[in-house]
């Protein structure tokens, strides 16, 4: 296996993060506080050398492209766009109001269950884990050494416990949560052997 650096980026501030909805697959804009904090992750980012020799891939949803375009005001990637690190769909759920979304959703039931969709055309856990497994192995077979991906909260935490060797078994006892606008940076050698550098670090 190639020694790999890859970090990750949270999208910034995001209309749905004020108005009370979800976000899901929602088609939600960056405030304009989330633009500034997007060019300033930017900005950071060139510190850690993320305009020479990365790959960016980004989260097609409107929220995310705009994170990174923010981003590459500093660094001038260009953007790999992928379906499959959109964030997890909430099917009937997707950019509701809280309230109608907690009202409306279907009863969880005592103990986890990984099958549990909150809507019927929802995204389980395992249904997330199985889209977003093809793409944690493209990257992690790819000569790319230095890859850059700009994303959203469920769907990065997933992908962070893949870095980390977990299997979905695991999740049941252990995951990673979200947090809008944080960066985190794993390595692993030849060897294969991870290290998580930061998680969710936030300027």
Not at 95 to 107: N, S
Request: hydrophobic share 35%; glycine share 8%; with cysteine.
């Amino acid at each position: 296996m190639n020694k790999k650096t890859i970090i990750t980026v949270q999208h910034t501030e995001s209309e749905h993060h004020l108005n009370g909805h979800a976000g899901a697959r929602g088609d939600w804009a960056l405030t304009e506080n989330g633009r500034k904090q997007a060019f300033e992750i930017g900005r950071w980012l060139l510190n850690e050398g993320c305009n020479d020799g990365f790959v960016m891939y980004c989260s097609d949803q409107r929220r995310a492209a705009q994170t990174a375009e923010e981003i590459n005001k500093t660094l001038h990637l260009t953007p790999i766009m992928s379906e499959l690190i959109r964030e997890v769909d909430a099917g009937a759920g997707n950019g509701k109001p809280w309230d109608w979304y907690d009202e409306h959703k279907i009863p969880e039931k005592d103990g986890y269950d990984p099958d549990y969709r909150p809507f019927p055309d929802a995204e389980s856990d395992r249904d997330l884990w199985n889209r977003v497994k093809p793409f944690y192995e493209q990257i992690m077979v790819s000569s790319d050494e230095k890859i850059l991906i700009v994303s959203h909260g469920c769907l990065l935490g997933f992908l962070q416990a893949m870095f980390m060797g977990f299997e979905f078994k695991d999740l049941a006892n252990a995951r990673f949560s979200g947090r809008s606008g944080s960066i985190s940076k794993f390595t692993s050698d030849q060897n294969g052997r991870v290290t998580a550098n930061y998680i969710n670090f936030r300027l």
